[in-house]
């Protein structure tokens, strides 16, 4: 996943998906979309070696939280 790590990857999607951030917005979602990279590439290694049955890839929720998709489907955050 190393050689996503820059910031044309996050404009691409933020390009084709029609995102814009303010600056401090901006330098967060890229974090999280830095996460996002290493977690896809560790799964698709996984993927690759036969250990699970489907591929993943970046899409318009690439820069959001666990909480943010989980709201978009539905469901409710445990209170800590």
Same mark, same amino acid.
Do not use: C, M, V
């Given at each position: 996943?190393?050689n ?6 996050? !404009?691409?999607?933020? $390009? #084709? ?6 600056? =401090? !917005? $901006?330098? #967060? #979602?890229? !974090? ?9 590439? !560790?799964?698709?290694?996984?993927? =690759? %070696?036969?250990? $699970?049955? @489907?591929?993943? &890839?970046?899409? %318009?929720?690439?820069? @959001?939280?666990?909480? $943010?998709? &989980?709201?978009?489907? &539905?469901?409710? %955050?445990? %209170?800590?």
């Amino acid at each position: 996943y190393d050689n996503f790590y820059n910031n044309k990857s996050i !404009e691409i999607i933020q $390009e #084709r998906f029609n995102k814009t951030y303010d600056a =401090k !917005e $901006e330098a #967060r #979602r890229y !974090e999280i979309f830095k996460l996002t990279l290493k977690t896809n590439a !560790e799964h698709n290694e996984k993927f =690759k %070696q036969g250990k $699970e049955t @489907w591929e993943t &890839g970046l899409n %318009q929720f690439s820069d @959001w939280t666990k909480e $943010e998709l &989980g709201n978009l489907h &539905g469901f409710e %955050q445990p %209170q800590n």
